[in-house]
């Protein structure tokens, strides 16, 4: 019997935290993030508010940059 796998949930919450948080450790404008990472400062924005809409691709935009974000530190 194969045992079933609950799906992982987005959680923009907890996305939301640490988007702000790396942003907030380099002290950055959500333009310069925008400019690093590819994502648009209205997007930025709407993912620093909790909104649950966000594209795949922007999402793992945002997770290269943290990645990035943490070997610069």
Same mark, same amino acid.
């Given at each position: 019997?194969?045992?079933? @796998?609950? $799906? &992982?949930?987005?959680?923009?919450?907890?996305?939301?935290? @640490?988007?702000?948080?790396?942003?907030?450790? &380099?002290?950055?404008?959500? &333009?310069?993030?925008?400019?690093? *990472?590819?994502?648009? $400062?209205? *997007?930025? *924005? @709407?993912?620093?508010?909790?909104?649950?809409?966000? *594209?795949?691709?922007?999402?793992? &935009?945002?997770?290269?940059?943290?990645?990035?974000?943490?070997?610069?530190?």
């Amino acid at each position: 019997m194969i045992a079933a @796998r609950t $799906p &992982r949930l987005f959680d923009a919450e907890d996305f939301a935290d @640490r988007v702000a948080g790396a942003i907030q450790a &380099r002290g950055l404008t959500l &333009r310069q993030v925008a400019d690093e *990472s590819g994502v648009s $400062p209205a *997007s930025l *924005s @709407r993912i620093q508010g909790g909104w649950l809409d966000v *594209s795949h691709e922007n999402v793992l &935009r945002l997770e290269a940059w943290m990645a990035d974000q943490t070997q610069v530190a």
